[in-house]
């Protein structure tokens, strides 16, 4: 769990670094309201994929084996390497049930709740396929990820237009190229 005290101390320590008076009337309360602004962004951060598939992973047995795609849902995260968000970020997941599926309000709450943690793009999309899985029983996973990083477009090399494109793939997307394919122009 976080520890909304511990993190105060490390904001005072950072304004410090910055040269900033703790004493300030604009920064006073800074630490405290940066506490609390962490302990929302990285919410995720106290929960194992396995409790945010319990948590928002409520199944409904239904015999089908229709792809059921979830696209456009738009999030953020926070960059583990830099602290440096990941913004503009459009998340789109598929997947093929194996007796049942979940609700697809579900899908944006997973995906939202796997942001919300320090993070590597490529392992959103690894974490958002390991709970639907879970939440599914489905092997069979798709997630697509654009994304703006700023710590590429505001600092480095600054490159403003650039976006960062993953895409995870598990059990029969992985080899069944139609498959992914089909996945993808549900995308357009």
């Known amino acids: ?7 105060e101390q ?3 320590l950072l304004l410090k670094g910055f040269g900033e008076d703790l004493e300030r009337e604009g920064i006073i309360e800074t630490p405290k309201r940066a506490a609390k602004m962490y302990l929302e962004l990285l919410e995720g951060m106290n929960y194992t994929n396995e409790q ?17 795609v979830v696209k456009d849902i ?7 390497h830099h602290l440096a ?10 997947y093929i049930p194996n007796g049942k599926v979940i609700g697809l309000s579900k899908i944006p709450r997973i995906a939202e709740m796997c942001c919300k ?3 590597l793009q490529e392992k959103i999309g690894e974490d958002i396929a390991e709970v639907i899985s879970i939440a599914t029983g489905s092997e069979d996973v798709i997630v697509h990820i654009t994304s703006k990083h700023s710590c590429v477009t505001a600092r480095g090399i600054k490159s403003r237009g650039s976006n960062t494109v993953t895409t995870t793939k598990k059990g ?3 080899s069944d190229y139609d498959l992914t394919r089909e996945f ?5």
């Open 184 to 188: 993808i122009n549900a995308l357009k």
């Open 10 to 12: 490390g904001i005072k």
């Open 74 to 80: 738009e999030t953020f995260s926070m960059c583990e």
């Open 1 to 7: 769990m976080m520890n909304q005290p511990m993190i």
């Open 85 to 94: 968000l990941m913004y503009d970020m459009n998340i789109s997941v598929g």
């Open 172 to 174: 029969k997307f992985t």
């Open 52 to 68: 945010i598939a319990e948590k928002f992973g409520k199944s409904f047995e239904v015999n089908t084996s229709q792809m059921v």
């Open 117 to 119: 943690r320090l993070q």
